[in-house]
């Protein structure tokens, strides 16, 4: 059974920084490349960045370019997401998703294209 789990979620100033960690188990972890998304209310869940399995590649939507870094430690079964400079429209539940890439890229932002998603973490920045 696939579980995906992301923890690091908390309330933080605009300006500051958190780290989210992902975790997932259950799967072959270097054959996926992690993604993480957000979706703040009465919004559509929406990309945030993408890691490629062997962490070569990292791709960030426009939002969070030059703010969010991702990474990952695959004998952890782990992939962060280190957030700086955090701004109130940031405020999100924040997933992490896998998506299995034979071809060793990033599958993109859409959600469909990735297969397991955990249950989310709360990120509220306050102003």
């Known amino acids: 059974q696939v579980q995906v789990v992301e923890s690091g979620g908390g309330l933080v100033q605009a300006g500051g920084s958190l780290r989210l960690s992902c975790t997932a188990s259950?799967?072959?972890?270097?054959?996926?490349?992690m993604g993480w998304f957000r979706q703040a209310p009465g919004k559509e869940r929406e990309g945030v960045s993408c890691?490629?399995?062997?962490?070569?590649?990292?791709t960030y939507e426009d939002p969070v370019e030059g703010r969010f870094t991702s990474s990952r430690d695959n004998a952890k079964n782990t992939v962060y997401l280190q957030m700086d400079s955090l701004k109130p429209e940031d405020t999100a539940m924040f997933y992490c998703?896998?998506?299995?890439?034979?071809?060793?890229?990033?599958?993109?932002?859409?959600?469909?294209?990735?297969?397991?998603w955990g249950q989310g973490t709360q990120v509220t920045v306050s102003s």
């Open positions: 998703a896998a998506a299995r890439t034979p071809w060793g890229g990033c599958p993109g932002s859409r959600p469909d294209r990735y297969n397991y």
């Open positions: 259950g799967l072959t972890f270097h054959d996926y490349a």
């Open positions: 890691i490629s399995r062997a962490g070569v590649i990292t």
